[in-house]
């Protein structure tokens, strides 16, 4: 069975540093993963998606990697900024249909 | 841009109430989700549909049941409410056939007293 881990559960930094949140997954017969960004008390919100077939996605300020071999994504923000503070959930499809395993996400605070 | 729509942000009913939440994309997708997300425990998934009249259970699907009479709405139904069905209820939508990237409404807020 999947297993989807982010680590850590909490982040705070300076507003203006670039950072790096972190996902693993246990079984690495992916064939894409997906980052989202949810407010507090709000749905989630699509980031990126990054085929198994791709090593990097970008978005913007944000680019995604992704390593099939070692069952890992990072996903870096560059000038980090106020309204980046949220919580971060990576998830990936299973092969036999398209539902999701979801990490239990990072919650990133940017302090001004 | 997909939408997808939820039919109440915040919704209060009482136990043994029937419930029903509904969920609506505009983007023509075969594939629509209901989770549930409570703190500690995540995202979890009660049902998905892949098609019309179509459904499968997830992880979750005790006490709910779900409906899909039309491609762009799903809805999800509490037969008798109970408050350990209090919670936070996310829908989504993807396009299916390969392409499962999928997209949110904003979420109903349900306590049941």
């Known amino acids: 069975k999947q297993e989807v881990t982010q680590i850590p559960a909490a982040l705070s930094v300076p507003e203006g540093e670039n950072l790096v949140l972190n996902c693993s997954f246990t079984?690495?017969?992916?064939?894409?993963l997906q980052w989202f960004r949810q407010d507090p008390g709000k749905g989630l919100t699509s980031l990126l998606l990054i085929q198994s077939s791709q090593r990097e996605q970008t978005s913007g300020r944000l680019n995604a990697s992704l390593d099939k071999s070692s069952g890992r994504s990072t996903l870096y923000i560059a000038a980090s900024q106020p309204g980046d503070s949220a919580t971060y959930l990576c998830?990936?499809?299973?092969?036999?249909?398209?539902?999701?395993?979801f990490g239990t996400g990072t919650r990133l605070t940017i302090i001004p | 841009d997909v939408k997808v729509t939820q039919s109440s942000r915040y919704l209060v009913k009482r136990t043994g109430e029937k419930v029903f939440l509904e969920c609506v994309q505009d983007m023509d997708h075969e594939n629509m989700f209901w989770y549930r997300q409570d703190p500690g425990l995540g995202l979890r998934l009660i049902y998905f549909?892949?098609?019309?009249?179509?459904?499968e259970k997830g992880d979750i699907p005790e006490g709910y049941s779900v409906s899909r009479e039309k491609k762009e709405r799903f809805s999800l139904i509490l037969e008798s409410a109970s408050t350990n069905q209090t919670s936070m209820y996310l829908c989504?939508?993807?396009?299916?056939?390969?392409?499962?990237?999928?997209?949110f409404g904003p979420g109903t807020r349900l306590t049941v007293l």
């Open positions: 998830a990936v499809p299973s092969l036999l249909n398209e539902k999701l395993t």
């Open positions: 989504a939508s993807s396009r299916g056939r390969g392409n499962n990237e999928q997209f």
């Open positions: 079984d690495s017969a992916i064939y894409n």
């Open positions: 549909s892949y098609d019309v009249k179509m459904k």
